[in-house]
């Protein structure tokens, strides 16, 4: 695990960014830094300190100055900037260091041609659609929906939005009708814009009844606005403005609604794989400061780069890709299939963009390693200085084969973070080596501990990540909670006044942290707790399985209980003793005899949310006889009718 594969060049500090800031904090704060280290410490120590100098060094545009930084600590509760207004709309439109005539994003996908936009016309096309939604009545506080991909009038509308203070909700159109409705009718938007479809690889599809749907079930829409995306000769359905008609033409100057630094800019949901989706509110400060942070100081982003990340409009990964013009990087937009025409398309789109920081997925990679794919060989990425994964946890064989076939010299960032902070809490900086199969560090102003059973810190063992001093960017809270209790039940029930995230986390000496998977989908064999990552490494590892989940099931009576694995396997394969003997082989001499499954059984489909996470805790309801409408919101899944082998699974057993 302790594999060193790349290094900081020797001259780092004179050209990344974050030793331009720690020349800053000599220079203006009088503060010097040894190492990583020791700026980390400083970071989770004084937070007023540190938050200030973020606010200081970008230089936010603030309409009111903040009469403190923090003025209360507490969790939940900490309130951060207070008096301060600003806009977080204008602070990416500022896009430091670009000219009118630059390309600040570039839109590729599988349902029309590529579509640039200048900072110049970036700025024209939101000066209009503000206008547009003023004309429709939108003022601060309403809410924007979008039923839209990641093109380019989805991020014209959340700039739109945002410039006046309204509120921003996006579901990817791959989401369906109940899934869509299972969040807004929560949130009550007034607009509505949506795709009347979109072409996924080669295979067209109409949306058209799911927005009819969709506009049925909320009565709070006002007004709907039809993008003609699948088909641009298409005519909005009756009562609809085209998307032309809301960006038409005006004098109208482009301002800013300067708002409070709390005030809602957007609203992310929870998966709601087991209840309905929880609808977290985020701020325009708080987005602002740590992304700022993030993009710049972790991610090393500034106005030479060209900024992909592959994500959807329903993963938060896609509002962590929107603020890169708020650091002067250009950001590439993709909508469509990943795998099409195969798994070289994201690469040849990353040569064709020039593409510098390429984000992506951990399970993404771990195909295209499966699928024995050598990106450099196909495609030109002389240009790539990095490279990103999040979605799940990037096994050590990940990172080698990153390093092998992608760039030796690129720095490779495994990030976890999550919707709820909208951000990565530990990932990667310019400042340190990457090291197989490890997360390289916690990130500045994230104070993340791993805590064991009873409740203390540890290091170099499994614990519970937990985080003991608030964030900015941790939610302002959720909608439609006015006491904050769901929240507080969401985050702090376990350990009062300290965040549990829910993953379980591994810090070693030197600060580098391995996530294990989720804590509530532990594998606990004879009082050894296990996480699931490592497990679906080398099961996923075997060339005859596609997909897997493994759950374990408790004994009530102190024993220990049973460990089910179950396997997606190749085409025209079936499950037989060879196979199985193999999976139990592999899996004792990777790991040990305690994950060796007790049973082994193969199904069609592994469920996960639409944002493709597994789906272990429900899978595990099921298989304890809850039923499956109780023990999971179908809609929140990409595809629900995999829950049925498993119901079938648990009658057999309880029958037999």
Known sequence: MNDMLWTPPADVLDRSRIGGYLRWLREHRGLDFADYDALWQWSVTDLDGFWRSIWDHFEVVAHTPPT????????????????????????????????????????????????????AELREQVRRVSA????LGVTAGDRVAAYAPNIGETYVLLLATASLGAIFSSCAPEFGTRSVTDRWQQTEPS????????????????????????????????????IAYLDPAGVPPEGALSWDELAAPTDEPLTFTPVPFDHPLYVLYSSGTTGLPKPIVHGHGGILLEHLKMLALHHDLGPADRFFWFTTTGWMMWNFLASGPAVGATIVLFDGNPGHPDLGGLWRLAAETGTTYFGTSAPFLLACRKAQLVPRDIADLSALRGVGSTGAPLPAEGFEWVYETVGDQVQLQSLSGGTDVCTGFVGGVPLLPVYAGEIACRALGAKVEARSADGTPVIGSLGELVITEPMPSMPVGFWNDPDGSRYAEAYFDV??????????????????????????????????????????????????????????????????????????LADGLELDDALRKKICRELRTALSPRHVPDEIHQVRAVPRTLSAKKLEVPVKKILTGIPVDRAAAKGALANPESLNAFATFAQSRTSA
């Open 68 to 119: 403190a930084t923090l003025a209360e600590r507490a969790m939940p509760g900490a309130r951060w900037f207070p008096g301060a207004t600003l806009n977080y709309a204008e602070n990416v439109l500022r896009m430091p260091g670009r000219a009118d005539d630059d390309p600040v994003v570039i839109a590729h996908g599988q349902t029309r041609a590529p579509v640039t936009l200048t900072a």
């Open 191 to 226: 607009v509505l814009v949506a795709v009347d479809g979109y072409r996924y690889g080669d295979k067209a599809v109409d949306r058209r009844a799911e927005v009819a749907a969709i506009r049925a079930a909320l009565p709070s829409v006002r007004h709907t606005v039809s």
């Open 132 to 135: 547009g939604l003023r004309r």
């Open 495 to 568: 350990y009062p006044g300290v965040w549990r995230h829910g993953d379980w986390i591994t810090i070693n000496s030197r600060g580098g942290c391995v996530i294990t998977g989720r804590s509530d989908a532990t594998l606990n064999r004879g009082g050894v707790r296990l996480g699931t990552a490592e497990f679906y490494t080398v099961v996923e590892g075997l060339a005859e399985v596609v997909d897997s989940v493994v759950v374990h099931l408790e004994d009530d009576e102190g024993g220990a209980g049973e460990l089910l694995l179950f396997v997606v």
